[in-house]
């Protein structure tokens, strides 16, 4: 039975950094789906809109082609569901991402793997948003 690996994120101004983690997540297993986070969850997350809007970043993740499918997020606060509607057997994190809440609970049977950096001091989305739009 393949193994079904499942990583999430913003993505906003994709950079090598991304493509590092999701070939790292690829390499996990037999099937890479990746979510991107819908605008209104970022929002309300980080306190703020990415840059680019949901429908940019999921055409930018898509166009790696590295990932078997690539979706948005579902709107609202629970972010547990589409883990289950996708039930992955691995869940990739990046190096500066937190486990949901209630992840490891709801979800005990996901390995949860968390991926190595990629030149964390170069490539890292906040530091590419400093440099084309100066300090907000």
């Known amino acids: 039975m393949p193994k079904r690996v499942l990583c999430c994120g913003t993505f906003d101004h994709v950079h090598p950094g991304h493509e590092a983690f999701l070939r790292q997540a690829a ?8 979510v991107v986070a819908r605008d ?3 929002l309300r997350l980080k306190g703020r809109l ?34 289950m509607d996708i039930g992955p057997d691995i869940i990739a994190l990046g190096y500066d991402q937190s486990k949901p809440p209630g992840l490891e609970d709801h979800f005990p049977q996901c390995e949860l793997v968390v991926l190595d ?3 964390p001091d170069r490539y890292k989305s ?4 400093l440099q084309k739009n100066g300090p907000q």
């Open 27 to 34: 390499q996990l297993g037999d099937e890479l789906v990746v």
């Open 126 to 129: 906040s530091f590419i948003r």
């Open 117 to 119: 950096a990629f030149h």
């Open 40 to 42: 209104e969850n970022v």
């Open 50 to 83: 990415p840059d680019h809007d949901e429908q940019t970043r999921l055409a930018d993740i898509q166009a790696l082609g590295i990932a078997h499918k690539v979706q948005l997020g579902y709107a609202g606060k629970n972010l547990l569901q589409v883990v």
